[in-house]
C-alpha cells in the first residue's frame, strides 16, 4: 500500500509495500491528486539505482533507516546490540493520521506521522520491549529525507541576553550536528534546523524544517552522504541505557515543515496551527512585571505607587517578579520556601493584590518551582531532594530539585496549590534559572509536565509563562501548557530586535513577552530612545519592565499612549500573519503584521545602526492584496522618530494611497532616520483597484 498524506500543499508519500519498513517516498511539495496507479508508478520511479560496491538492493530512506538495512547514515531508532533488520508489523491510516508498527527484534516500534490542516508534519516512535531481556537502546529519532538542493542549513545558537542568533552553513559530505546538554534547551537551543535552497531568505527559496517539540536535550541534523537523499534528523538527546522488559520510550514529537515562500512560509503553517490549540480566548492583558522596577526592594509601601502608575498609563496585569518569599532578599538564598515573607509583607500579598485588582488590574506572581537554594528551610529539612549532591557546582547559586521523586512533586503542587487558592493570582511567571548539568535530563522534564499538567487541571484560569533566564526553554511541548514565553532578558531593544524576528519564525508574536525597558538598558548598559523601545515591544504581548514612579511625566504620556495603540492593534498583531523583509542592508529591519482578510496591516521600519548607503531602498511592503488600495500612514505611537535629513519624503506629511501592487514592487522613500529610531506605519485597504477609474493616457 502507498499512502498519500496531502494538506495545505504539501504531500507526504509513504511506501509501505512489502515486509521492509516503510518508505518514505516524498515530503515536501504537493503531489496532486493521485490515484493509486499514479501512486505506484511514483514509488516504483523514485526507486534508486544500485552503485558499485554497496548493499546489493536499492537503498531507500526508510522510517527507521539502520545498518541492517545498509544504511551507514546516524540512524533513527538504534538499537545496537540488535542484529536484525526492522520489519513492518502493520501500517494503518486513520484520516491524516498514519500509524506504522514495526518489529526489531524483540522491540516494537510505533511511528505515528500526522499531517495537520496547516501542512504541519508530526512524527513521533513510542519503542516497546517486548522480550525478556533488557534492550539497550542509543538513539531514538526521527529521520527525514530532503533533496539535494537542500544545500544551504540554517539553525541558532545564542547566550543569556542574546538568543537564537541565527548561523548559517553550507555542509559538505557528513554531518552537521546540534545537540543540547543544559537539560532545558538552553540560550543556545538549537530551535529550529531549516535546510533550503542556497540563499533561501523570510520570502524566497524552498524550505524544510525541523523543530523537538522538547523541554530538555534535543538533538538535530543534516546529512548529506553518497547514500542518497540528505537527512533531517531530530529527537532527544539519548543517555544510552536498558529499556527493561515491558517498557517503552516515547520520543518527543518531532514537528516538520515544508515550505517554497521561505521562512515566513514556515511560520504560515507554524502560527496558525500553534494558534489552533491556544486556550486563550481574550485580548493578551498589557503587563507590567516588577523585576527591573524594584529588583528585591519588596515591600507594599514601595510598590503601591508603582500600582497606580501602572494603571494610570493602562496596564492591565501586575506581575511581582522574584523577592516576595520566604527569606529571598537576593539572588542567593531561599529558594524553595515558597511562603510569603513575613518581614517585608508582614500582611501577606493580600494587601498588595487588593490594590492591583481595586485599580482594575490582575495579579500575576513569579515562581521558581524546580529549584532550591541550599539557604533554604526546604533543603535544611530535605537535602535528599537534590537533583545532585549539595557540593557540586552550582549555578546562580542555586541547586535543582529532582522532580522525579514523587514527593517532590506532591510537595511543589500542594505549595502552589495553596498560593493559588489563598490568592487572586490570574498568572504565574515560572522560572528556570540555571543547567540541570546532569546527563540524564528526561526523568526531570517528565516531572515538570507533570506538575504543570496537574497545577493547569487544578486552576484552569490561571495563565502560566514560561521563563528560562529569558528565552532559554521556549519549545512547543512547553508551549502546549503555558501561555506566553519570556523572549529574553534583554530589554535593550537594539539586541531584542533581532531575539523576536527569529523567535517568531516559530513562535506566534501574542506568545513572545516583550516588554518596554528603561532608557538605559540594564543588561548591555547601552542607551536606547523611547521610540524605538515602544515599538520593539508593540508587537508581541506587550508589557513593561521599569519603574514608572521614576519615568518622567512626558515619558509616562508616551507610555499611555503606546499602551492604547497596542490595545486598539493586538487583536491585528495576535492574529494576523506577520512577514519580514529580506533586505540588502543589515541596519534596516522591516517587519509588519497583515489581518487574515488583507484588510488591515502595520509595519515598523527599524534602523539598528549607520545604514549602507545615504538613501536606504525604498520600502515594499508585503502581504497585501495586489488588488487592492491601501491607504499607508504614520501611526503616531507615543514618541516621535528622530531623523538627519533636509527634507522627508512628502508622502510622510499626510499618507499616500496606492494600489497593493505597486507598494510590494516599488516601494515607498522613508525617512532618514538615525541609528536607533523607528516608524510604524499603518496600512488600511480603501478599495479595490479596479474600481478606481484609469486615467486616460498612453499607460493606461
Ligand atoms: C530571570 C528572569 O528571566 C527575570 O525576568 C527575573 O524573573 C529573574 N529571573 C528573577 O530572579
Known sequence: MIHHLRAAGVSLVLDSRGAGVPAVVHWGRDAGALSPADRTALADAV???????????????????SLSDGWTGHPGVSLPEVRTAPRQLSTTRDGDVIVVRSAVADAVITTRLELTAQGVLLLSHVVRNDGAEPLLLTAGDVVLPVPDRAREVLDFSGRWAGERRPQRTQPGQGVWLRETRH?????????LMVAGTPGFGFASGEVWSTHVAWSGDTRQWFERSDLGPSVLGAGERVTPGPLAPGSEYATPT?????????????????????????????????????????????????????VERAAEVGVERFVLDDGWSLGRTDDRRALGDWTVDPIRWPDGLGPLIERVNAAGMEFGLWVEPEMASLDSDLVRRHPEWLLTPSDTVTWRWQHVLDLSLPEVEQHLFERLDALLTEYAIAYLKWDHNRDLLVDASRPQ????????????????????????????????????RVDRVWTSDTNDPLVRQAIQRWT???????????????????????????????????????????????????????????VSVHKDLRTLLHSGRVVRLDGADDSVLVHGV??????????????????????????????????????V??????????????????????????????????????????????????????????????????GD
Do not use: K
Open 594 to 631: 497583515v489581518a487574515p482578510d488583507l484588510g488591515t496591516a502595520v509595519f515598523s521600519y527599524v534602523v539598528l545602526d549607520a545604514t549602507d548607503t545615504a538613501l536606504p531602498a525604498p520600502l515594499r511592503l508585503a502581504g497585501l492584496d495586489p488588488e487592492r488600495r491601501y491607504r
Open 183 to 191: 537539560g532545558r534547551g538552553g540560550h543556545d537551543d538549537p530551535f
Open 254 to 306: 518531532i514537528v516538520a515543515t515544508w515550505s517554497d515562500a521561505g521562512l515566513d512560509g514556515l511560520s504560515d503553517r507554524l502560527h496558525p496551527w500553534i494558534r489552533s490549540w491556544s486556550t486563550i480566548d481574550r485580548p493578551r492583558p498589557v503587563t507590567l512585571n516588577t523585576w527591573e522596577a524594584v529588583y528585591f526592594e519588596h515591600s507594599l509601601e514601595r510598590l503601591e505607587p508603582l
Open 47 to 65: 526507486v534508486p539505482a544500485v552503485p558499485p560496491s554497496s548493499v546489493d538492493v536499492p537503498l531507500r530512506l526508510t522510517l527507521l533507516p
Open 445 to 480: 522534564v517528565l516531572g515538570l509536565y507533570r506538575l504543570i499538567d496537574r497545577l493547569r487541571a487544578a486552576h484552569p484560569g490561571v495563565e502560566i509563562e514560561s521563563c528560562a533566564s529569558g528565552g532559554g526553554r521556549i519549545d512547543l511541548e512547553m508551549l502546549r
Open 504 to 562: 517568531g519564525v516559530l513562535v506566534p508574536p501574542e506568545y513572545l513577552g516583550a516588554h518596554v525597558g528603561d532608557a538605559r538598558a540594564h543588561t548591555t548598559g547601552r542607551v536606547a530612545g523611547l521610540g524605538l523601545r515602544l515599538v520593539t515591544a508593540l508587537f508581541g504581548h506587550a508589557g513593561i519592565e521599569s519603574d514608572l514612579t521614576r519615568v518622567a511625566p512626558e515619558d509616562l504620556e508616551a507610555v499611555h499612549r503606546w
Open 633 to 698: 500612514a504614520v501611526l503616531d505611537i507615543g514618541a516621535p522618530f528622530s531623523v538627519l535629513q533636509d527634507a522627508a519624503p512628502p508622502w510622510i506629511a499626510g499618507g499616500v494611497t496606492l494600489p497593493g501592487a505597486v507598494l510590494m514592487g516599488l516601494g515607498l522613500p522613508m525617512p532618514l532616520l538615525l541609528p536607533g529610531n523607528a516608524v510604524v506605519l499603518r496600512v488600511d485597504a480603501v478599495g479595490l483597484t479596479h474600481s478606481v477609474p484609469a486615467e486616460a493616457g498612453a
